[in-house]
């Protein structure tokens, strides 16, 4: 073989080679931009597509807060606050703030927000939900979904969307319920409407905890194919939707709910079966987290949490709400968090003073910003509850044939 002919051009050997061209597009700004460099050849299409590769990317490029809505049932319509006009456009915004137009004359509450879409009820003499996608249509109308059959319980905590990076999930909403039984017996029921437009009983679950749940309160999270629902207890409760089976989750040591705080005790979706835990105990808040699952070889922390972060709330946040010398905080609660314990929003009170304060803090960095004010008027000591609005993910990639030659697309 000559030199002519085993001659091959440096830039081959890097794009030829799967390692090296995983950590070029690794370092691609935004999943728009790496939909984009997928569509170059075959061979970046799939390594860009992997699961592997995508879980690395999400790390280094988490989806990125677009705004928020704030729901309460003080409020008879919600609100939506942008937070990044950089990164949304005009007809979005647009979108996400007229979600609550459709029924005007109805009590309305936001349920879930998920890769930009958003869970809706509206209610007068009947309850109805709906769901609209604000970043895919945002022009478009809200889809209402089907009424649930007769003989599924209208009661739930939740209603929740499904997780986007599912792999075969046709679900497009699930309905939660879990009550106390008799003693020391919990059960749960999750229904989960089908795209197809089917409703149906997903598995009903039932087991004889430690201790009686005491209150169940609408404290509940979707998270790798789990739901996970807070008791005043001393524990979480956790429904494998794939196994129908129902177990308790132990808090960590000094943890507990506090029924007359809604945000003392938040739980926190995490990749690879991590799930994060926020606990507030006077200005302190606490970050948690657990490996559900030690499929990953994490044996020294599998069954037990681990302390990942503590924040002073009033040296943090002091100087957004003017906290004088002397002044305490009479109010801290975890009102809405970001996936992997990026960031959470805080509701905090100054002494007796009439307003609250919410503040968006990113635990990465300590940045502190307040984003939301409301009055506590007419003895309103309600609850809150922020949806984070993201842009989506896991980013859509066109379809792959079955020649995975490295051919231009």
């Not at 860009?48 to 677009?66: D, N, Q, T, W």
């Not at 004088?324 to 996936?339: C, F, N, R, T």
Request: hydrophobic content about 40%; glycine content about 8%.
């Amino acid at each position: 073989m000559n030199a002519e002919t085993s001659y091959s051009p440096p830039a081959s050997k890097v794009l030829g080679n799967d390692d090296l061209l995983g950590e070029i597009l690794h370092r691609v700004d935004s999943p728009t931009t790496l939909v984009r460099a997928a569509a170059v050849a075959k061979r970046w299409l799939r390594v860009a597509s992997g699961r592997v590769f995508l879980r690395r990317y999400r790390a280094r490029h988490p989806p990125r807060l677009l705004g928020f809505f704030v729901t309460g049932d003080w409020m008879p319509r919600p609100e939506f606050v942008p937070m990044n006009a950089e990164l949304t456009s005009a007809a979005v915004r647009r979108a996400a703030g007229s979600v609550f137009d459709t029924f005007p004359e109805y009590w309305s509450c936001v349920w879930d927000s998920r890769n930009g879409r958003v869970l809706l009820e509206f209610r007068d003499h009947v309850q109805r939900l709906f769901v609209r996608d604000v970043l895919q249509d945002p022009e478009g109308a809200m889809a209402e979904l089907p009424p649930r059959p007769p003989a599924l319980d209208d009661r739930f905590h939740a209603a929740l969307l499904p997780d986007a990076d599912e792999e075969d999930d046709d679900a497009a909403c699930y309905l939660v319920n879990v009550h106390e039984d008799e003693g020391r017996s919990v059960s749960a029921e999750v229904t989960v409407l089908r795209r197809s437009g089917a409703w149906s009983l997903l598995c009903s679950a039932k087991a004889e905890l430690a201790a009686p749940p005491g209150r169940i309160p609408m404290v509940t999270l979707l998270a790798g194919g789990k739901v996970y629902n807070v008791t005043e207890a001393g524990y979480i409760v956790c429904v494998d939707l794939a196994t129908a089976r129902l177990s308790a989750v132990d808090l960590p040591d000094g943890a507990a709910y506090d029924h007359e705080r809604f945000g003392n005790l938040v739980p926190c979706r995490g990749d690879d079966s991590v799930l994060y835990l926020f606990h507030v105990e006077g200005d302190k808040l606490s970050v948690w987290l657990r490996w559900m699952d030690d499929d990953d070889g994490n044996q020294q922390v599998a069954g037990g949490w681990v302390l990942r972060d503590t924040v002073s709330v009033k040296e943090t946040c002091g100087d957004l709400i003017e906290l004088e010398q002397g002044s305490y905080l009479s109010k801290v609660d975890v009102v809405g968090v970001g996936d992997n314990a990026e960031f959470a929003f805080l509701e905090l009170g100054v002494g007796d003073c009439d307003t609250y304060f919410v503040v968006y803090l990113h635990l990465g960095s300590r940045k502190a910003e307040m984003v939301y004010q409301r009055q506590r008027d007419q003895g309103n000591h309600d609850i809150i509850q922020v949806f984070p609005f993201t842009t989506a993910w896991p980013p859509v990639f066109p379809a792959l044939a079955s020649d995975e030659g490295d051919k231009h697309l």
